[in-house]
């Protein structure tokens, strides 16, 4: 299958968490962030960015959004749980989980899939609607599973919003769909 699979053989969903998203469009690869982003989730084509976004229309949601793919590339979880509110939902192939069940397994499985895998930000841009921001970015991910290459095209919506500590990530929607090595 496409998904990615984590130390132990544990295989998710991932393969098939490919979705439609209203308003793509294909990311200007002239957009990419120079740091080390993750992207992530799985499905035939590359994905898009969505419409209506624009680089630095928020930066400081951006660079939330940044500071949250380097913590989970760097496998911090104190950080990644920093920047989710409590009420955060991740959406991931077709299932959704909280903030204590992505905490307490998918979380690890995603720093050990990251952990050596390499990240190429192709698209990041943001939307402001008053108090909340949408973060979207796409990514290609190379990387090995099984001793077998694996190349990954990603792309991940985040919504956030304004609190007294700043930019807090209070949905994340990643999809991933699988490329010929």
Same mark, same amino acid.
Do not use: I, N, V
């Given at each position: 299958g496409g998904g990615h699979h984590h130390p132990g053989g544990e295989s998710d969903d991932h393969a098939e968490g @490919? @979705?439609?998203?209203? &308003? $793509?469009? $294909? !990311? *200007?690869? %002239?957009?990419?962030p120079a740091d080390g982003s993750h992207m992530h989730s799985h499905g035939s084509q590359a994905p898009a960015a969505i419409d209506g976004m624009s680089a630095k229309a928020v930066p400081a949601a951006e660079a939330v959004a940044e500071a949250f793919h380097v913590a989970l590339k760097? &496998? *911090?979880r104190e950080t990644v749980l920093a920047l989710l509110a409590p009420d955060v939902t991740i959406s991931e192939g077709g299932k959704t989980q909280s903030r204590a069940e992505y905490a307490a397994g998918h979380l690890g499985e995603d720093i050990a899939f990251l952990k050596d895998a390499q990240v190429? !930000? +192709? #698209? +990041? %841009? #943001? $939307? !402001? $609607? &008053?108090d909340t921001a949408m973060v979207g970015s796409t990514s290609e991910i190379r990387t090995t599973q099984d001793g077998k290459p694996v190349r990954l095209?990603? #792309?991940?919506t985040l919504t956030l919003q304004k609190t007294a500590q700043g930019w807090r990530i209070t949905q994340v929607v990643w999809t991933s769909i699988p490329q010929d090595s």
């Open positions: @490919h @979705h439609e998203m209203p &308003g $793509m469009a $294909m !990311p *200007d690869a %002239g957009q990419a760097r &496998g *911090d190429k !930000p +192709l #698209s +990041l %841009g #943001s $939307m !402001p $609607m &008053g095209f990603t #792309s991940e």
